[in-house]
C-alpha cells in the first residue's frame, strides 16, 4: 500500500479545460513535492510546499497543501497539450524520495 | 543541462542473461544515489539506496543478489539485473540528491526489456 494516494488515476480532458488532481494520506508531512513525467524521462520536481495552508503558483499550476499538511492538490487553468504526462505527489524521508500512485493527465487537442 | 546521465538509454536482453545499467553524476560528486522501478502505468518504487564506497541498502521486498548495486566512485553508480527475466522488464531510474541536499535529480531512465 501506498502512503501518499493520488486521484484520479487517469484523466483525460479537452484542451482548454481546468482540471485538479489530488494527493492524500493519513500521515503528517514536514512537505510535499510535485513532480511531472513525460513518456520515457525521468521525473521533473515542479514545486515543494512545506507550509501547511501554503499555495503556489507556477504559470497555469496551483499547488496547495493542506492546512494539517496531510494532503495537497494541484489545479491546472486551461490545460495545454504541453501538459499531458503522469503527475507525482512524493515526500522526503532520509534524503530518499517516495513517490505517491501518480496521475496519468491526457490533454485532447 | 543534466546533472544525472544513465546508459543505456533502453537494453533487450534474453532472459537468464545479466545485464548492466550506469548512472553518472555529470556535475557534482554524490556520495549517494537511489535506483527506481516503474512498470507500465505506474509510480516509480525506490529499489535501493547506493552508497559510495559500502553496501547499498535495499528496500523491503527487493532481491539484493538479484539487483546487484556498485557505487565504486564518487560519480558512477551501477545496478546490474542478473538472470533478468521478462517480469524484470521496467524502466528503470536513478537519482541523486543536490549538494545541498533540497533538491533531488532524476536521470533520463533505462528500459529494459527482458525476452
Known amino acids: 500500500t501506498q502512503l501518499l494516494e493520488q486521484s484520479p488515476q487517469f484523466l483525460s480532458i479537452q484542451e482548454g479545460e481546468n482540471l485538479t488532481v489530488y494527493c492524500n494520506s493519513s500521515?503528517?508531512?514536514?512537505?510535499l513535492q510535485w513532480y511531472r513525467q513525460e513518456p520515457g524521462e525521468g521525473p521533473v520536481l515542479l514545486v515543494t510546499v512545506v507550509t501547511g495552508g501554503e499555495v503556489k503558483k507556477l504559470k497555469r499550476l496551483t499547488f496547495q497543501f493542506g492546512d494539517a499538511r496531510k494532503d495537497s492538490s494541484l489545479h491546472i487553468t486551461a490545460a495545454q497539450t504541453g501538459d499531458t504526462g503522469l503527475y507525482l505527489c512524493?515526500?522526503?524521508?532520509?534524503?530518499?524520495?517516495?513517490f505517491g500512485s501518480g496521475t496519468r493527465l491526457s490533454i485532447r487537442p | 543541462g543534466a546533472v544525472v546521465s544513465q546508459h543505456p538509454s533502453w537494453v533487450i536482453c534474453k532472459s537468464g542473461t545479466s545485464v548492466k545499467i550506469e548512472c553518472r553524476s555529470l556535475?557534482?560528486?554524490?556520495?549517494?544515489m537511489f535506483w527506481y522501478r516503474q512498470f507500465p502505468k505506474q509510480s516509480l518504487m525506490l529499489m535501493a539506496t547506493s552508497n559510495e564506497g559500502s553496501k547499498a541498502t535495499y528496500e523491503q521486498g527487493v532481491e539484493k543478489d538479484k539487483f546487484l548495486i556498485n557505487h565504486a566512485s564518487l560519480t558512477l553508480s551501477t545496478l546490474t539485473v542478473t538472470s533478468a527475466h521478462p517480469e524484470d522488464s521496467s524502466f528503470y531510474i536513478c537519482?541523486?540528491?543536490?549538494?545541498?541536499?533540497?533538491?533531488?535529480?532524476f536521470g533520463p531512465g533505462t528500459r529494459l526489456l527482458v525476452l
Open positions: 537519482s541523486q540528491n543536490s549538494q545541498g541536499q533540497e533538491t533531488q535529480y
Open positions: 512524493a515526500y522526503s524521508s532520509a534524503s530518499k524520495i517516495i
Open positions: 500521515s503528517v508531512f514536514s512537505s
Open positions: 556535475d557534482f560528486q554524490a556520495t549517494t
